[in-house]
């Protein structure tokens, strides 16, 4: 079992920026992965970021070279660095963490973005 709770949503104006916490506790030991997706008002969730326990990371094409994640060397915190935000970045952000071997996947509750004027 793994518990993930989200935090340092809110509202941000266009172009500003905002950090985003992910504080990991359970068997994260046995975590192949982690990311953030995230779902706006009608539409399904996406993938923002994904960081795998190597290290690697893969980002969707929209927040490129805006966004950045990271994680702490315990694999306890994960963190999604946004900048240059734009209108269409408003959403519910999700952290996900996945379990070696299985598959399974754990998610978040949630925490809301949103840029607006």
């Known amino acids: 079992q793994v518990q993930l709770v989200e935090s340092g949503g809110g509202l941000v104006q266009p172009g500003g920026s905002l950090r985003l916490s992910c504080a990991a506790s359970?068997?994260?030991?046995?975590?192949?992965?982690m990311g953030w997706y995230r779902q706006a008002p009608g539409k399904q969730r996406e993938l923002v970021a994904g960081?795998?326990?190597?290290?690697?990371?893969n980002y969707a094409n929209s927040v490129k070279d805006r966004f950045t994640i990271s994680r702490d060397n315990a694999y306890k915190t994960v963190f999604l660095q946004m900048n240059s935000l734009k209108r269409e970045d408003t959403a519910v952000y999700f952290c996900?963490?996945?379990?070696?071997?299985?598959?399974?996947?754990?998610w978040g509750r949630g925490t809301q973005v949103t840029v607006s004027s």
């Open positions: 359970g068997s994260i030991s046995r975590l192949s992965s």
């Open positions: 996900q963490a996945r379990m070696i071997g299985s598959g399974v996947d754990y």
């Open positions: 960081i795998k326990r190597s290290g690697s990371t």
